[in-house]
């Protein structure tokens, strides 16, 4: 089945820096990919909508230069965290869309566990 | 737009019981529907997907869940609770029926107690 690969699962860094997460697609091509982030105890909120070869969609209130989305190949979708701050710290999953109509289907990857200190 | 709601954030079962969770949506167009579970610092996994088929829908571990437009809901089944079924439960819709690229939206999710 389709598989998604979500790296790095955990990540801690310091206020100001920038963390980097990769989402690859293992076994299809996802035009579409999808970048959620969940609080503890809470739903997941989509954040932005990943186009291959062009640019993010981001749902309203989410901050484009904070979080920066790259889609440079049919399996490769990347978050950057820029200027990461406490309140950044949260759980990121990213999914992806199958390309093929009769599946449907919407594959996440495993999460990434982001702390800020 | 597309919204979800899960009734009740918390359910407790018995090992052995009936497990009923709840989910009712609302979509300005034909929607497609799942139920994703997760466990503690894990992705999402899909427990199955209504989309415009047969309106019972049957999915991975003994659950299932029927289609009700009438109602606009969803609600997921399982017969009989294992242990192994504790963990958390997420309702999603997306509103593209044309097979296009909108993303889901979540319930807030029921977390699912067994109890011994």
């Known amino acids: 089945g389709a598989v998604v690969s979500q790296h790095p699962s955990r990540v801690i860094c310091k206020s100001g820096t920038s963390v980097k997460i990769e989402c690859r697609s293992l076994?299809?091509?996802?035009?579409?990919m999808f970048w959620y982030r969940q609080f503890p105890k809470k739903s997941l909120m989509l954040m932005a909508t990943?186009?291959?070869?062009?640019?993010?969609?981001?749902e309203q209130g989410v901050e484009k230069d904070k979080f920066l989305i790259n889609h440079a190949s049919l399996t490769l979708s990347t978050l950057t965290v820029t200027s990461a701050h406490p309140e950044d710290s949260s759980f990121y999953i990213c999914?992806?869309?199958?390309?093929?109509?009769?599946?449907?289907?919407?594959?996440f990857g495993s999460g990434t566990r982001l702390t800020v200190v | 737009a597309q919204s979800v709601t899960q009734l009740g954030s918390h359910v407790s079962v018995s090992e052995g019981a009936l497990v009923l969770l709840r989910c009712n949506y609302s979509?300005?167009?034909?929607?497609?529907l799942f139920w994703y579970v997760q466990y503690p610092n894990q992705g999402l996994q899909l427990l199955l997907k209504y989309t415009s088929a047969a309106t019972l829908v049957k999915g991975i571990n003994g659950f299932e869940a029927e289609f009700k437009k009438s109602e606009t809901s969803f609600h997921l089944t399982k017969p009989s609770a294992h242990m192994s079924d504790a963990a958390e439960y997420f309702c999603a819709v997306s509103g593209n029926s044309g097979g296009g690229a909108d993303g889901l939206t979540f319930g807030k999710g029921t977390h699912l107690i067994i109890q011994p």
């Open positions: 999914s992806a869309r199958d390309r093929s109509a009769l599946t449907y289907g919407y594959t």
């Open positions: 076994d299809f091509q996802a035009t579409t």
């Open positions: 990943s186009n291959e070869g062009s640019k993010a969609t981001y």
């Open positions: 979509s300005s167009v034909p929607p497609y």
